[in-house]
């Protein structure tokens, strides 16, 4: 048996996007132990995987925080004696941690984030829309290079299955006939967020189609507080924002018809559960290779503009100074796009 170490910190949509490859190794590989490190508070997002991933969740602010806390915790990882490390953030943490295992004869190998390419890709004038390669064949690729080649054949975290949500049907109700929508409007950054105004016409026309139930998903008080105001202004509009934890979150999508989501992590999430997303882009762009799991293209709304996209994540402020990527984009597009979808 030998044992595998996969680091991975950063935020949950990042590591969304390891599970699928993560899993495809577990299987493919059933007598050998994966060890995934990531940040404590995303344990949930690998219980359902096979018994032979293990989680190890990391404190970088506070027990494992600066130089020091990094030293303890390769001292405790060193005790489990890995064969190969798969390096697949390659920041400044992760690269410490490699080179200790490497200076101890371990094999390692780290991401290739593909930065030209991206660069090309957002620069200002002579831009080169060239679709560079996704992100999990990037992470497959650093196991090939430690020796551990995978076919990516993940399906869902539930597996042929749905998660359980009888506990959730007095926030749900029953689903029967109905067809579910689930709309997800914030991203981490204002390049990658539909306006406010133009998302509540979208809940505006769908919350009057008959048999229709919209679940909102969101965090933080002031993203609850729309949210909320939502929910209560138009029929038929749940909000599950702080009223679920992440498996719950996880279980109700596996049962939407469809989620609407930003370039944000609720479209990962969405995509682990084997559901269809319609995602709105703006700064950023399917091209840089963060769609979702096994998403369509054509259910990818956008809007072809010379400046699209100025941005690999969507953090750097627009150029024009009126986010015409994201005002372009009609209420009407969006309603079609996610009809055609559940109809």
């Not at 032979?52 to 489990?80: A, C, I, P, Q, T």
């Not at 004696?81 to 101890?104: G, I, P, T």
């Not at 094999?107 to 957002?122: I, N, P, T, Y």
Request: one cysteine or more; a positive charge; charged letters at 20%.
């Amino acid at each position: 048996m030998a044992k595998i170490l996969v680091i991975r910190f950063s935020a949950i949509g990042d590591v969304a996007m390891t599970i699928p490859v993560i899993y495809s190794l577990a299987t493919q590989y059933p007598q050998h132990q994966i060890m995934v490190l990531s940040r404590d508070t995303l344990a949930p997002l690998f219980e359902g995987l096979p018994d032979n991933v293990l989680f190890r969740g990391v404190d970088l602010r506070g027990e494992h925080s600066g130089l020091m806390g990094l030293g303890w915790l390769y001292n405790d990882l060193k005790e489990e004696q890995f064969d190969a490390v798969a390096d697949f953030h390659d920041v400044l943490r992760s690269k410490y941690l490699r080179w200790r295992f490497k200076l101890s004869g371990v094999k390692v190998a780290h991401l290739d984030k593909g930065r030209s390419g991206k660069r090309k890709l957002v620069r200002p004038k002579h831009k080169v829309m060239q679709c560079q390669k996704s992100s999990f064949q990037r992470y497959a690729d650093v196991l090939r290079d430690i020796g551990y080649p995978i076919q990516l054949d993940f399906v869902s975290l539930f597996g042929d299955k749905k998660g359980t949500i009888q506990c959730m049907s007095p926030l749900t109700g029953d689903k029967d006939k109905n067809k579910w929508i689930g709309i997800a409007p914030f991203a981490a950054h204002v390049g990658k967020i539909y306006p406010l105004s133009k998302q509540e016409q979208v809940i505006k026309q769908l919350s009057t189609r008959k048999d229709t139930k919209i679940f909102l998903f969101g965090g933080g008080r002031k993203e609850i507080e729309v949210l909320e105001k939502w929910a209560k202004q138009f029929p038929n509009v749940i909000s599950t924002a702080g009223k679920l934890t992440l498996n719950s979150e996880l279980a109700l999508m596996s049962h939407l018809d469809v989620m609407l989501s930003m370039d944000s992590a609720n479209m990962h999430l969405a995509s682990l559960v084997n559901i269809p997303v319609i995602s709105i882009w703006g700064a950023t762009h399917p091209y840089a290779g963060f769609m979702g799991w096994k998403q369509l293209p054509a259910n990818a709304v956008q809007v072809d503009l010379p400046c699209r996209p100025c941005s690999v994540f969507g953090n750097k402020p627009c150029l024009r100074n009126d986010y015409a990527c994201l005002q372009g984009i009609t209420p009407e597009m969006v309603v079609q796009r996610i009809e055609s979808v559940i109809d």
